[in-house]
C-alpha cells in the first residue's frame, strides 16, 4: 500500500522526485543559449580553444554556486530558494528586493523571453507569425509609437497559459512535463553532437582556427558573462524545494549531477560545431547550431536545429513557471506581498494564485515587448543579489552555526568564496560596459522600498 506523500508545513506536496529535481536544472539551465551564444564568446576571445576555456570557467563557477546552494537547499529545504536564504542571513529587506525584482521582471521577463523564443523559432515554419494582428494607440513601440502586436506574440502567451494550467493542476504534473521535455531536448541534443563529430565535412585543423579579437582579460571577461548567460538557472531547483522528496539527500544531488550533466552537454556541443565550422564561420553566424547542420544536411538540417530549439525552449519555459511562481508564493506567506498570492489549492495543494499572477504578469510583458529591455536593467542588480545568496553560506555557518546542515559545502570556503568573486567580476564588467542601464536597474529595485514598508507594517505582517 503506498504511503501519502508528505507536505511541507504550509501544504505544499512533496511530489518531486530526484529525477524531476535534476530535470529542473538541465531543463530550465539549457535554453536557446547553446544555439547562439559561442558566436558572441569567439568574437570576444578569438580562438576555440580560448572558447572552451571559457565555457570551462564559466561551467566551473557554475558548479560552485551549487555544491554552495546544495548547503542551503537541504538545511533550509522551503519553497522560495535565494528569498530564504536571504531572509535567514541578511534579514527580511534583502529577500523582499530579491522576491520583488524576481516577480516583476528577472523571472517574468525570463519567462516572457523564452516564449517569444518559442514563437520566432516556430516562425520560421510559419511565417504569417510575424506578421502584425492588430495596432493599438498605446505609445509602447519603438521610440513612442503605436504599439504592434503580432500573431506571433498571441502563440506566445497561448504556451505560457497552457504551461501555467498544468502547473496549476499539481506539482507532479508539472514535474512529469519537465522530465520528458527534458529528455527529448537532451536526446536531440545529442542527436546534434554525433552527427557533427561523425561527419566528414569535419576536420580537427577547425580547432587551431582564429579570428581578430579584443582578447586579453576584457574579451574573456565579455565571453563569460555569456557563458554565465548559457548557464544561469541551475539555481531554480531550490525554489521548489519545499515540493521536494527526501530534500536534504535529492536537492544537493540534483544541483550537483544537474549541473555537471549540463557542463558535459556544453563542451561536446561545441567540440561538434568547431569541428564542422572554422573559427570565422562560426563568428560571422548568430545561429552556430543551424549552420552546422545546413552544412551537413542541408535544410533540413537547420529546419531539425529549429525543432529542437523550440522544445529546448518549451522545457526552459516549464521549469521556470513551475519554480518562478513559488517565489511571490514565499513572500506572501511572510506578509511581505499581497495576502491572496499564499493560496494554497485545496485540492491540486499548488501555489494557484501565485502561479496565474506570474503567468499573466508574463504574458503582458510579451505584449509590451519591453521585457528585453527590463531584462538587461536588473541583471547588474541581480548579480548582486546572487551573490549575496551564495555568500550566506559563510554568513550561516558564522551567525547559526548549530544550523542542522544534512549536506556541507565540499571544498568550504574556496568555493564559495570563489563563486563570489567570480560574480564580483561580472558585477564590475557589467558596471563599465553598461554603466546608465546598472543604475537605472538598482533604481527600478528600489522602488520596490515604499512596498516593503507599507506590507511590513500591516498586521498580517
Known sequence: MNQPLALDKHGLKRELGVWSAAAIVVGTVI???????????IRNVGSPAKVFLVWIAGGLLSLFGALSYAELAAAMPEAGGEYVYLREAYGPIWAFLYGWTQT?????????????????????????????????????????????????????????????????LGVRVGGNVQVATTLLKVGLIAAIIVIGLGSHLGTAANYHSAVTAPGGILGFFAALV????????????????????????????????????VIAIYLLTNLAYFYVLPAGTVASTDR???????????APGAAAVSIAAMISIFAALNGSILSGSRVPFAMARDGLFFHGVARIHPTHHTPSVSILLLS?????????????????????????????????????????????????????????????????CLIVSTLRSSPRESLLGLLLIALGLPFYFYWKKRPSA
Open 360 to 424: 499573466v504578469w508574463a504574458s503582458l510583458l510579451v505584449l509590451s515587448g519591453r521585457y528585453d529591455q527590463l531584462y538587461t536593467y536588473v541583471i547588474f542588480a541581480s548579480a548582486i543579489l546572487y551573490g549575496m545568496a551564495t555568500a550566506s553560506v559563510i554568513v550561516l555557518r558564522i551567525r547559526r552555526p548549530g544550523m542542522p546542515r544534512p549536506y556541507r559545502t565540499l571544498g568550504y570556503p574556496v568555493v564559495p568564496i570563489a563563486f563570489v568573486l567570480g560574480i564580483a
Open 31 to 41: 535554453g536557446s543559449g547553446i544555439f547562439l551564444v559561442p558566436s558572441t564568446m
Open 226 to 261: 555569456g557563458a554565465l548567460w548559457a548557464y544561469d538557472g541551475w539555481n531554480n531547483v531550490t525554489m521548489v524545494a519545499s515540493e521536494v522528496r527526501r530534500p536534504q539527500r535529492n536537492l544537493p544531488l540534483a544541483l550537483i549531477l544537474g549541473t555537471i550533466t
Open 104 to 168: 516583476w521582471v528577472a523571472k517574468s521577463g525570463s519567462i516572457a523571453t523564452l516564449a517569444t523564443g518559442f514563437f520566432i523559432y516556430l516562425a520560421n515554419f510559419r511565417p504569417e507569425l510575424g506578421q502584425v494582428w492588430i495596432v493599438t494607440p498605446l505609445p509602447l513601440g519603438e521610440g513612442g509609437s503605436p504599439l504592434e502586436i503580432r500573431y506571433g506574440q498571441l502563440l506566445a502567451i497561448g504556451v505560457i497559459a497552457v504551461l501555467a494550467l498544468i502547473n496549476y
Open 288 to 298: 552556430v547550431a543551424a549552420e552546422m547542420m545546413r552544412r551537413i544536411l542541408g
